[in-house]
RNA sequence: GCCUCGGUAGCUCAGUUGGAUAGAGCAACAGCCUUCUAAGCUGUGGGCCAUGGGUUCGAAUCCCGUCCGGGGUACCA
């Protein structure tokens, strides 16, 4: 049993036999004692004070002496302040790392059959452009949340719903059949994403120009957006999609298909993955026959227009959109064919979708609007919504330019870690392959740790001028002190050195060593919580300390002398331990640690 | 206007269910490579936790008001 639950329940012993009253044991506050005072763990008295009716020094003596008495692991305390500093035995914190070291997945619950099952949607792009730095959020975020969530005992699918019919592929279409002269990626090199984002912005060029032509003629603004030549040649290519015209479908397909293969191109390199990918293409249909279920039944109405509305004014919300008046699709029509699709697929005991905070109110309309077509699941969605990234001067636009591109970012992060490690001459002896297998796992660990350290809910700040650091609180400075923990173990190896933890209780641990215990212990509770709040960024922050306090540890004891076998022994199994900690810690990150760096 | 999220060091971010003197990194300055990897370690400076009230033994944390900023708000996705 560990500690704290030992000690909650002798406090609650205590406060009953000395002041004759009953508390629950959950409610007895304990925490790390501060490390500028004696102890390793702290007993807060002052709820105790009105039972007690004594001074706050007083009681915590009072509860400090029942407590070393009858608690064999309680050396000694300490009372400042009114705060009971209890003072822990070394064969306690010996005990306590051998458990931790002989557990298999230390902090993880498997599965089981019975286990719930989680569906969690994230990526989700447009096919008319590439994935940028918005999405390298969205899709870490989503992956680091699923293994958190395995972790936590879920079963897990990751899903994708790809965006891949509408008007935006269409203007690329239109873009390439116009302009085009034949090209594809084969021909060019270029990747097929970026080719048809090429395009995208062509078009978005020659329509520009086109309006302002037509302004210069005396329409106005929505006129002249309404009547260029581009934009009308676009929907027509939409209304033969929607005809399935075979001509259209057909480069339809080419051009997806080539947006496709360079997405993956980029979801490898993050090493993030799906388990089933729903094209909306596949929806929107059953989207619109789930909303003229609704009209049938009165839920929804229909307005002069044609168009089609739910009215969710009871619900606090406003009236919502679902068809428009020429009987098309929205967004929101898509959401509710694709859920339907999934929970026919799936024995989904929970939803989420990954999307960015500016959907909130979508998500709150679409679960108001699942339950009302009857959906017992509806109300259960999670939107785990998460904040923007930001540049210096605003928001990411691609209209205007300023998109941080995916695939340039991680290049760009590849070369600098590469520069870096060849400065610093590591990796000496590595082939040219482990060696860029390296920089890789640098850079993709300084470009990950960067963006889930951050709590995901808030905004957060990238200034492409400053590239992403590889020292201080980052993912390479993590993987930094992995790399020379296993060196050490390889060391200890070579040197043979068989490590049986002995728990004499004869030698002494110091503060630092007892801390390291400490928060090694604390790992399952984190990722406990990590899963309920649904927060990767206290798995990062949590590593990072690990880490911190491992590194200054190093620095002050030496780990492989030939003083006390015991010591050296347990400085090794801490070492270890911990090198198991970071590794399954980053791992719910996705972010995977190299043996040298 | 209404809804919603945020505001902590010059910058980027942490801060457990309310707990002791507010925590890192970057940037600046001063040290430390002959031991297990210096992508590291040690030290110095840097704070009205936006702001005004309230709740209580105790508030960056909870409640109310104000200011500033992001996002959303009926036919974009």
Redesign the pocket.
Known sequence: MLIEQIIREKITQAVHELYSQDIQPE?V??????K??R?DL?V?V??Y??FSRKS?EQTAVDLGNFLKENVAEISDFEV????L?LVISARYWVNLLSGIHGTEAYGFTPATEASPLAMIEYSSP?TNKPLHLGHIRNNLLGFSLAEILKANGSKVVKTNIV?DR???ICKSMYAWLKWGEGKTPETTGIKGDHLVGDFYVLFDKHYKQEISELQGKGYSKEEAEQQAPSIQAARELLRKWEARDPETIALWSKMNQWVYEGFDVTYRELGVGFDKIYY?SDTYLVGKEEVMRGLEKGIFIR?E?Q?V?ADLSDEGL????L????G????MT?DIGTAKLRFNDYPIDKMIYVV???????FQVLSVLLDKLGFEWGRGLHHFSY??V?LPN??MKSREGTVVDADDLIAGMVEV?RK??EE?G??EGYSEEEALD??KT?ALG?LKYFIL???P???????PE?SI??????G??I???Y??I???L??AEERGIVTTLKNSGLFSLSVKEQDLVKTVS?FP??VK?AGEAY?P??IA?YV??LV?EY??F????????ETDEDIRNFRLVLSETISRIVKSGMGLLGISV????
């Open positions: 409610t506050q304990i925490q790390g004692t501060r500028d005072v102890g702290t807060v002052f709820p004070l009105r706050p400042v302040k009114g705060f500093n447009n965006n509408g008007i935006h909306e307005k227009d168009s509305w406003d009236q919502k959109i068809l428009r008046s020429d098309t699709s929205v967004y898509q960015g905070n500016e959907q909130n109110y979508h904040g923007m930001e605003g928001k870690a870096t490690s610093l590591k990796l390296t920089y640098i300084a350290k951050v709590d809910k808030k905004n957060m700040l990238f200034n400053e650091d590889f020292n201080g609180n980052t390479p400075f993987q930094y002190t790399a020379r296993r060196s050490v390889r060391k604390s509770v984190i919580e927060s960024a206290l922050n990072y300390n911190k590194n200054q190093y620095h002050d004891h030496s780990i492989l002398a190299p043996e040298r760096m």
